[in-house]
């Protein structure tokens, strides 16, 4: 079987080469992704795919079903680009101006698509049911995943694990990357607005400077982190975004901050809310200013599941070779698919995507990425792979 999937992989590159070209071509920000959930959902049905579309706006559920009574077992691709000018000069380039897929939702959804051709290849050899998830969102709050979720992508039938990849710049092209356990971070928006009173810059005593004061919260949220958080939790407090004033003479009257808090531990995650809001508010309050703050509830961590990600590794060996299977290192970055193994089993793995160490090494989220493109023959390889072992199992 690994030899006739391997086969497969290598006969419809060419035509997942071309379908990733369009995505790339075409990207959608989040939530936004019309044209290509239509370009996806035209593949599949003209493969012959049973599929539902506009699942939580923008989404697609497939459905392959084995001739051979099994288990249900989930693959999960997104969607979505960021607003980010590309700066690539290819024929593939983004053609939307301000938009482009630097996160490789492209790679992913054109991985999913040519497992999905490949399981519909050997559905007569197939035990259970792949259900297929291409989901919006990703990059934005509250997370596609969430919202798949509640519209019921996971019932009728009910997945019992799901897997997911994702590009991977720091590796080559060839090999997969995993680590079981803990991954991932939570990831939570920060919204702080300080509100103060504003006059002329020469007369600061007459002023509630919102400026100084939030000089001081974002200052002292930091020792919040360092003095409450157990140390051997990890745990992330930035803030990205700050906006007031218009002048060089003239105090503002309000000031708005822009941060994510990201850490391991969902009891921690818990207590810092706590922690970060009362901060704000009583620092603000000693100063004369008001603040409102609001944490709205992010992506939680995410938790590769031991037994799962372990047989994944094996039969990624028995594809691959042991020589092209890597151990991971933990990321304090979030992905929504976390959401998705809050409910079953889950394994998000890796797929390297740099070619021989020298090209392709620019990070996911910059104007420059891309990959060396053989690696999607891997990527839909183990995916199909994973699917056929996994439906089978129990």
């Known amino acids: 079987m690994i030899e006739q999937i391997r086969a497969k992989a290598a006969q419809y590159f060419p035509d997942v080469q071309e379908i990733r070209h369009h995505i790339h071509s075409h990207p959608e920000l989040s939530f936004e992704e019309f044209n290509t959930a239509a370009y996806v959902s035209g593949k599949l049905t003209a493969w012959g795919i049973e599929h539902e579309t506009a699942v939580a706006g923008t989404g697609i559920v497939a459905l392959i079903k084995g001739a051979h009574p099994g288990r249900c077992i989930a693959l999960r691709a997104d969607l979505d680009a960021l607003p980010i000018q590309e700066e690539n000069d290819t024929v593939y380039s983004s053609q939307n101006a301000g938009i482009m897929h630097a996160c490789g939702h492209d790679v992913h959804t054109s991985c999913l698509l040519g497992a999905a051709r490949i399981l519909h290849d050997f559905r007569n050899e197939l035990q259970g ?50 680590r079981a356990g803990q991954y991932m971070a939570s990831a939570d928006e920060i919204y702080i607005t300080i509100e103060g009173r504003g006059g002329h ?142 409910y079953m089993p889950g394994c998000f793995f890796r797929i390297g995507t740099n070619k021989d160490g020298k090209e392709f090494t620019s990070p996911v989220h910059a104007p420059t990425f891309d990959i060396h493109e053989e690696a999607m023959a891997t990527g839909m390889g183990m995916m199909a792979w994973f699917a056929i072992n996994a439906s089978k199992q129990g």
């Not at 509830?297 to 047989?311: E, F, I, K, V």
């Open 129 to 178: 049911t792949v259900k297929l998830i291409f989901q919006p969102g990703e990059e934005k709050h509250p997370g596609g995943a969430s919202l798949m979720i509640a519209a019921g992508v996971l019932d009728n039938p009910k997945p019992e694990a799901i897997y997911a990849l994702h590009v991977y710049p720091n590796l080559p092209s060839g090999t997969v990357g995993f």
């Open 201 to 342: 810059a020469a007369l600061p005593h007459l002023t509630v400077d919102p400026i100084a004061v939030a000089a001081l919260v974002i200052t002292g949220l930091q020792q919040v982190v360092a003095r409450k958080a157990n140390p051997l939790i990890p745990s992330v407090l930035s803030f990205c975004k700050i906006q007031g004033g218009f002048a060089t003479n003239v105090i503002p009257g309000k000031v708005e901050i822009l941060g994510t808090f990201r850490t391991m531990n969902e009891a921690w995650r818990a207590e810092a809310h706590h922690w970060i809001k009362d901060y704000v508010i009583k620092t603000c309050e000693a100063y004369g200013a008001v603040a409102t703050i609001d944490i709205p509830p992010g992506y939680p961590s995410l938790y590769n599941d031991m037994a799962l990600t372990r047989q994944a590794e094996d039969w990624a060996r028995d594809f691959i070779g042991t020589e092209n299977v890597k151990e991971l290192d933990m990321r304090m970055a979030g992905e929504d698919f976390s959401f998705y193994t809050q």
